[in-house]
């Protein structure tokens, strides 16, 4: 699973969590009915955006969910699932994203990709991929091959960029990409004054997507000597920062001009999961237990259509702006005043209602895994293939992340989940713009 939103559980209440994983669950399913059970390998938690907005624009009907059967990433449970046109979309672009994270690894030869019958597989499996994704946006009217061209154009923008290179150069096919799939959505929900602002929103979010990676992947990146867009920039983590707050100022006042039918859901993962998702990137926010650091200063900056920084053009004409916020930070956000989300490090980001998890029935393992009723009173620790599947069980139904307490996957001891103590408020809304959904 890979993406940059990756809400931690206990920050959405009942009624948010079971939408956000009938909309997992949904591209998850529409992956395997469209493109075979390989295909799920697929499904991450950005793709599912595609789906949260492409509801969110259109009124619920009975046809929007059905009730698929027990899975093991759901501790074995039924569930509603999103299904529709916004769920086949999100497999698509999916797909082609996915594609596109292989042929990257390919590319700095990763792990056993560095090896040629590897890597040429891997080019087959994501050239597969791009077939398949184009077949499906040709059935709801989307044409991936913007998607194809940014990934292609990618590769030469990053062999040309050196120091001194604009880092937005080479955000921008990322950009373009993820604005391509978020306008379609409003194609989707028949609303076409929707567009422009989407288009934009998905712009913004492809920056962040890009940002983040980068930092994420930096020290790693240098300890292996790959290519990483800030070290081959020279651009430093304060001009990163910059850049993501001013991303994030520009997607809230871009949804503010699209309209909705209901984007709470969409409100929670874009206005503030995308600010926890920033802040743990950069290493600003953690439980309340473990204390916390704000971010670095907010710095203006000349500013294009929705109070950020687009010197090579393209998006809608929106309210411009000096973006930012007095003081150097979001107000209640983290480093201003009444800050209501410190956040977690967000944990694996999925899977809800496990057992010992959040809004799972506590124990925790099932038998001949540990756990009530399963372990003797002196464990003995794991071996090692037992360990990993009892890791696989841990974190899939996000109790590493959530559970009160949980037996460690090999030495068997008792743990307590990293989140568990988080005194954020999910019911509250500190954010600039207009949250009457919260």
Request: glycine share 16%; aromatic share 6%.
């Amino acid at each position: 699973m890979f993406g940059i939103v990756r809400p931690c559980t206990h920050r959405l209440n009942e009624g948010l969590k079971t939408e956000w994983m009938a909309h997992l669950c949904g591209l998850c399913l529409a992956l395997r009915a469209d493109h075979g059970q390989f295909a799920r390998v697929a499904t991450n938690y950005d793709g599912l955006i595609v789906s949260v907005l492409t509801e969110a624009q259109t009124e619920r009907t009975a046809a929007a969910r059905r009730t698929a059967g027990p899975c093991p990433l759901r501790a074995m449970r039924t569930a509603p699932v999103a299904r529709g046109e916004g769920a086949r979309l999100a497999a698509a672009v999916s797909l082609v994203l996915a594609s596109a994270k292989v042929r990257d690894h390919v590319a700095d030869r990763d792990g056993l990709l560095a090896h040629r019958p590897m890597a040429a597989a891997a080019r087959r499996v994501a050239l597969g991929w791009d077939r398949a994704g184009a077949r499906a946006g040709r059935e709801l009217g989307f044409d991936t091959a913007v998607l194809v061209d940014a990934v292609d154009r990618q590769t030469g923008i990053e062999a040309l960029a050196g120091p001194g290179t604009p880092l937005l150069r080479i955000t921008e096919p990322t950009e373009t990409a993820t604005a391509a799939a978020f306008a379609h959505t409003a194609v989707l929900a028949g609303k076409p004054q929707n567009t422009a602002p989407l288009a934009e929103a998905g712009r913004l979010f492809g920056r962040l997507a890009h940002l983040l990676d980068a930092v994420e992947d930096r020290e790693a990146d240098a300890a292996s000597g790959a290519w990483n867009p800030l070290t081959a920039t020279g651009t430093s983590l304060a001009e990163a920062r910059r850049l993501a707050d001013d991303a994030l100022h520009g997607i809230r006042l871009a949804l503010r001009d699209a309209e909705f039918v209901d984007d709470t859901l969409l409100h929670v993962l874009l206005a503030h999961e995308l600010r926890q998702s920033v802040d743990r990137a950069f290493s600003t926010t953690t439980c309340s237990h473990q204390g916390y650091g704000g971010p670095a200063p907010h710095q203006g900056a000349g500013y294009g259509p929705y109070g950020t920084p687009n010197p090579y053009g393209g998006g809608p004409s929106g309210p411009g702006g000096p973006g930012g916020y007095p003081g150097g930070a979001y107000p209640g956000g983290p480093g201003g005043p009444g800050g209501a989300y410190p956040g977690g490090p967000g944990g694996p980001g999925g899977y809800p209602g496990g057992p010992g998890g959040h809004g799972g029935s506590g124990g925790g393992m099932p038998p001949g895994f540990g756990g009530p009723g399963g372990e003797p009173s002196r464990p003995k620790p794991r071996g090692f293939w037992a360990g990993c599947a009892a890791f696989t069980w841990l974190f899939c139904t996000c109790q590493i992340c959530c559970a009160k307490e949980y037996e460690g996957p090999w030495s068997r001891k008792k743990r307590e989940g990293c989140c568990r103590d988080c005194d954020c408020n999910p019911g509250s809304c500190d954010c600039c713009c207009p949250c009457d959904g919260c």
